[in-house]
């Protein structure tokens, strides 16, 4: 059984980013990834546009050339693909961490397949992959999506749009463009202030034209075959529809991270313990990586403010080491 430094969990871009500096340093770590390589980009929609620019996108001093200053998904996959190949970084693909336990100063993390020993572990798996769930009947039906890919299956359909942040005014106008019939709902008493400003605007504009039609201090009731019951400041609607984008956001995976054995403080926010300067968690020698740093509160954290966890994760790392 090979023995590593470092075991890290995620293969994103914070993922790829610490297994950079542990290279850089002389320590042998490995990724460990239940999907592919940047599995949330990869799920991104087809046609998104980062609002991040392709320079607060880079990682490991390997530039992001992009055709505009605002990267597509499509040129974000190629070139953390090309961040690996540069840094001959060990990934093993297609396994999921299931538990980590301590055998004596060691981390034994094992998956649906193998077994892996380090002497820390970095936990960097996002939250993409854990859609915030509406919690009302019919929300198990086929016609109900939480995640949004490309705009042809909507065509000259029925949606229903839930929420009113930047993934639901961008799915919202792109299904509309294309000649879908748009209804959003809308929990608030207006759309989310810092949606892309270039998208802003345009959404407002559709919504004020009736173009796209928006139900704000609304939420979804029930949702039926060919049907979905929202509660309105006017009472209960009924709107015809053939699908439902929930637009809803998303949350980090508390299962697994209860099954890693970490835990989370009882704010709003359900935030992960851990050292703010060194990002080690409540389980000394695991770290905590990117976006589940921040909990519940999502856009805390995003790739380019938290492309230096692997810094701040490795310089701790080389301390202990030394000390010890």
Same mark, same amino acid.
């Given at each position: 059984?090979?023995?590593?430094?470092?075991?890290?969990? &995620?293969? +994103?871009?914070?993922?790829?980013?610490?297994?950079?500096?542990?290279?850089?340093?002389?320590?042998?770590?490995?990724?460990?990834? %239940? &999907?592919?390589? /940047?599995?949330?980009?990869?799920?991104?929609?087809?046609?998104?546009?980062?609002?991040?620019?392709?320079?607060?996108?880079?990682? &490991?001093?390997?530039?992001?050339?992009?055709?505009?200053?605002?990267?597509?998904?499509?040129?974000?996959?190629?070139?953390?693909? #090309?961040?690996?190949?540069?840094?001959?970084?060990?990934?093993?693909? #297609?396994?999921?961490?299931?538990?980590?336990?301590? !055998?004596?100063?060691?981390?034994?993390?094992?998956? +649906?397949?193998?077994?892996?020993?380090?002497?820390?572990?970095?936990?960097?798996?996002?939250?993409?992959?854990?859609?915030?769930?509406?919690?009302?009947? &019919?929300?198990?039906?086929?016609?109900?999506?939480?995640?949004?890919?490309?705009?042809?299956?909507?065509?000259?359909?029925?949606?229903?749009?839930?929420? =009113?942040?930047?993934?639901?005014?961008?799915?919202?106008?792109? /299904?509309? *463009? %294309?000649?879908?019939?748009?209804?959003?709902?809308? #929990?608030?008493?207006?759309?989310?202030?810092?949606?892309?400003?270039?998208?802003?605007?345009?959404?407002?504009? #559709?919504?004020?034209?009736?173009?796209?039609?928006?139900?704000?201090?609304?939420?979804?009731?029930?949702?039926?075959?060919?049907?979905?019951?929202?509660?309105?400041?006017? =009472?209960?609607?009924?709107?015809?529809?053939?699908?439902?984008?929930?637009?809803? $956001?998303?949350?980090?995976?508390?299962?697994?991270?209860?099954?890693?054995?970490?835990?989370?403080?009882? *704010?709003?926010?359900?935030?992960?313990?851990?050292?703010?300067? *060194?990002?080690?968690? !409540?389980?000394? =020698?695991?770290?905590?990586?990117?976006?589940?740093? $921040?909990?519940?509160?999502?856009?805390?954290?995003?790739?380019?403010?938290?492309?230096?966890?692997?810094?701040?994760?490795?310089?701790?790392?080389?301390?202990? /080491?030394?000390?010890?």
């Amino acid at each position: 059984m090979d023995m590593y430094d470092i075991l890290i969990i &995620g293969a +994103g871009p914070t993922g790829i980013s610490c297994a950079i500096e542990a290279k850089k340093n002389g320590l042998k770590a490995l990724i460990i990834e %239940k &999907g592919m390589l /940047t599995n949330s980009i990869y799920n991104f929609p087809t046609n998104m546009t980062f609002f991040s620019t392709s320079l607060n996108l880079e990682i &490991g001093d390997v530039p992001f050339i992009s055709h505009n200053e605002k990267p597509t998904r499509m040129e974000a996959l190629e070139y953390y693909r #090309r961040v690996i190949d540069k840094w001959d970084i060990d990934i093993v693909f #297609r396994e999921e961490a299931q538990s980590i336990i301590e !055998n004596g100063n060691r981390f034994v993390t094992q998956t +649906g397949k193998s077994t892996y020993t380090s002497t820390f572990v970095i936990v960097a798996t996002g939250f993409y992959d854990t859609p915030r769930k509406l919690n009302v009947p &019919g929300e198990e039906l086929s016609k109900v999506k939480h995640y949004y890919d490309d705009v042809h299956p909507y065509i000259q359909q029925k949606v229903l749009v839930v929420g =009113g942040a930047n993934s639901a005014c961008d799915v919202a106008l792109e /299904t509309w *463009s %294309k000649g879908a019939d748009v209804t959003m709902v809308i #929990r608030d008493s207006e759309l989310y202030q810092k949606v892309k400003y270039w998208i802003l605007p345009n959404i407002e504009n #559709r919504i004020k034209e009736g173009s796209i039609k928006a139900y704000f201090n609304s939420t979804v009731k029930e949702i039926n075959a060919e049907n979905v019951i929202i509660q309105s400041p006017n =009472g209960d609607l009924s709107i015809d529809n053939d699908y439902v984008l929930a637009m809803t $956001g998303y949350m980090p995976q508390y299962d697994l991270l209860s099954k890693f054995g970490i835990e989370w403080d009882d *704010s709003e926010w359900q935030i992960p313990i851990h050292d703010e300067e *060194s990002l080690e968690s !409540n389980r000394k =020698g695991i770290y905590l990586a990117g976006v589940i740093n $921040g909990g519940l509160h999502t856009s805390r954290y995003f790739i380019e403010n938290s492309r230096e966890h692997g810094q701040k994760i490795i310089a701790d790392i080389i301390l202990k /080491t030394s000390i010890a």
